[in-house]
DNA sequence: CTTTATTTGTACTAATCGGTAAAAAACTAA
DNA sequence: TTAGTTTTTTACCGATTAGTACAAATAAAG
């Protein structure tokens, strides 16, 4: 294993923490495959070949990126899970999706949803992987319905699945109105809406 | 203007509306920035000059095939404003969503949602064509519940605005989910939750 | 100082991008 | 047949794409 403190050579010159920062910002505003090169390295400060040596290539970089989307302290998914009850952890799920996708420090949307939707071929790799976050993250969310099912908070007929599903809707839809414009006031009636019909879904009959 | 029937020089050897179906199709798929023209021709069956002497250049072939993707017959999101009442103006887009986004006999998702979300900067009139059209959607349909609360269906003080973008993100989001591989059930069990999330929003209080 | 290891900037590659010039081909009109 | 008009085919254009070869630069180690 190398050691971090002393390192032989010429010592790089940027920070990679700051760089993929920047990196997830471009990709975050274009996608994977509308970010180019150029559009990466500037934002970057580097220029391509350290981008490659750093990073890999386009595709690793993006993934990188993604996952420092998913673990930024202001990412919302995760925590919402740990909330004490089903009402609480949809309650954090729509807020906090109509607080990030709209917030103004950052790009609108969500990288996961928009990152490589609709791409060509050659973005298959990486629309595949966005894909199965998403699938993931829905997943967690219908185990941890489950669990609160199992805990007597929602009937015992509830399709956890499909209440996900429409979790995981709200959520989605929101990244598209914040990509087209909307405001966060508007995503939060959204969410309030959104949150009464789960509400109506604890209630058994 | 001109006579369709006798028209001088070589006669066109394709059918416009087959070509620009084909190109839909593609567009549908890969988005305007993954569809490349050979992608184009290829599906249309003509080669690049007779595509720009028809359509324009790819931007114009991209807005015509949005255009006749609007105005298909399976399309519902028009036909669902016409409903007698709100309700049934919510039930008609929330299961005509359902079922369009996972009908197989086509590519997942929606154009008008995926065509052109993120993107290079030189999509960028696409891109605003495209969150122009998405505001315009939703615009009417605020438009049309206006109309139902003039009618006395929802509560005095129900902010149409804020139902419509609620619908809206029951639509976008499920062309989210139908790209990420949801059935066609699912996608029903989900609209069957916001339409009672939505009627709730029907009664006062 | 020399050697070795690593990063840097410059310059380049092959492939693909959207778009077009030019001539042959296929039609109507005279 | 001839002229005029439009489409088709082939071949090309400059720009851009992701990715890299190579040498200068900068550090630690001997």
Known sequence: MSDSQTQVGRPRAFDLDKALQKALEVFWEKGYE???????????????P??????????????????????????????ALLQPTAYQVAEHMLFGAAAANADPSHPKGCVVVQGALSCSDSANNVKQALIEKRRNGELQLQQRLEQAKAAGELPADADCGALASYLVVQIQGMSI????????????????IALQGFKAMLQPG
């Open 34 to 48: 509308g970010a180019s090169l150029p559009d990466l390295t500037e934002a970057m400060g580097i220029n391509k």
């Open 50 to 79: 350290s981008l490659y040596a750093a990073f890999g290539n386009k595709e690793q970089l993006f993934l990188k990126a993604v996952e420092l989307y998913e673990n930024r302290p202001c990412a919302f998914f995760k925590p």
């Open 177 to 192: 109105q914040a990509a087209s414009g909307a405001s966060a006031e508007r995503l939060q009636q959204v969410a309030a």
